[in-house]
């Protein structure tokens, strides 16, 4: 690949911008030394940033003999970024900076009466998102723009949810309806497991790993695979359906389709479905209790009533973890990596599955592979999907080299 004079000077901002970002305070020297830049090019690329106020100069550094350098560090509030996770139970949204701080967060219930009707859903979403940024005081100028996380396989080109299992959703034009009713932000949209996926990579978990499989665990599970900063699609954009690998052939029905994938043995919403068919069946579990107030059985109260010493609870769920078990040593089996994260609603409660599920992945993995594979908790929280969103404007802007 040929590089014009443009495209250079681009790249060398993009270099520059992101090692003050990561390993700042630094100094230009070392700037200059790290990127293997001339010192005059660095001072010229750093001016220019700092006249943009995306870098400042906070003190001196440590003397080599010569005068003290001046430190340089990224300016992280210079702009915000508004992130949004469209989940089957709730949205997410959240405005941060650029080192992911949340200025301002908002969570609503997803209803059944949403799910129905699309487009009017998106529209609400729309709604909160423009009141979440006016209420936030922050001028529009000031914002870099709008990451959106969607679950289901997604048309980048015409921003459509071409299906989403988890909304049993058709070709649902998502960045039409974003576009019309907030047109003067810029809007990217993504893949909710990947905007995971990146979120950890860039601020959590997986921040130092190279080769990065983040698995989703919540009302569905899916994933995405990070390889040198650089997230995976695959040939037709659908990389990463980790949850509907097949486990039972002759298995559940699953949302997808199919029967017997992982995501209708062990997900969330798979963990209730179970537990509602075990005392239909007659079982004893404190689940019924919980449900009767609430007037359904959900994921939570069977982790809840495991906590509480409930026996059926505790079997439902060993079992699905044993599956998910299971498929992380075949991933690992096939594609070594150096990191598996899990993320997602249900690690909320790891304490009850964490230990075991980690002996399944040592039990079915094939001796040998997974030498250097370490699996974690993500570290960015219920509102990782929103965050990662966000950030997926954060890493344009910097490949850009702080342009937009």
């Known amino acids: 690949m040929s590089y014009n004079k443009a495209m250079m000077a681009q790249l060398n901002k993009k270099i520059v911008l992101e090692m003050i970002r990561t390993q700042g305070p630094i100094n230009k020297a070392e700037i200059a030394r790290k990127a293997e830049l001339s010192i005059p090019t660095v001072m010229k690329i750093t001016e220019e940033f700092e006249r943009q106020n995306l870098v400042k100069t906070i003190g001196k550094g440590e003397s080599t003999g010569g005068k003290r350098p001046d430190l340089l560090e990224f300016v992280s509030n210079a702009y915000y970024i508004t992130g949004i996770d469209i989940g089957r139970h709730y949205v997410k949204i959240v405005i941060i900076d650029m080192a992911a701080v949340i200025m301002s967060k908002e969570c609503f219930p997803t209803t059944e009466e949403d799910i129905k009707k699309p487009e009017q859903f998106l529209e609400k979403i729309a709604s909160h998102v423009e009141a979440l940024i006016i209420k936030s005081g922050i001028s529009k100028e000031r914002f870099m723009g709008i990451g959106i996380g969607m679950p289901g396989i997604l048309d980048y080109a015409k921003g459509d949810v071409i299906f989403s299992p988890d909304f049993n959703w058709v070709n649902v034009p998502l960045m039409r309806i974003f576009q019309n009713r ?40 899916g994933a995405a695979i990070i390889e040198n900063g650089e997230l995976l699609y695959g040939k037709s954009g659908t990389c990463g359906e980790f949850g509907h690998m097949i486990m039972e052939s002759d298995g559940p029905l699953c949302d997808c389709g199919n029967r017997g994938c992982l995501e209708a043995l062990a997900s969330g919403n798979a963990i209730a479905k179970r537990m509602e068919q075990e005392i239909k069946e007659g079982k004893q579990s404190l689940v019924s209790r919980m449900a009767s107030e609430q007037g359904r059985i959900e994921a939570e109260m069977v982790f809840e009533a495991a906590r509480a010493g409930d026996i059926l609870s505790r079997k439902v769920i060993e079992e699905a973890m044993e599956y998910v078990g299971i498929a992380i040593a075949s991933s690992i089996n096939l594609l070594d990596p150096d990191a598996i994260i899990l993320a997602g609603g249900l690690t909320k409660s790891q304490d009850l599955f964490f230990e075991q599920m980690q002996k399944t992945v040592e039990k079915y993995k094939m001796k040998y592979t997974g030498k250097n594979v370490v699996i974690r908790i993500g570290t960015l929280g219920e509102y990782a999907t929103a965050i990662g969103a966000a950030t997926m404007l954060t890493r344009l802007f910097i490949e850009k080299g702080g342009a937009f």
């Open 182 to 221: 907030l047109p003067d932000f810029r809007i990217l949209l993504e893949n909710a497991n990947r905007a995971l996926a990146i979120g950890e990579y860039t601020y959590g978990a997986a921040k130092n790993a190279e080769y990065i499989l983040c698995i989703n665990l919540g009302y569905g599970i």
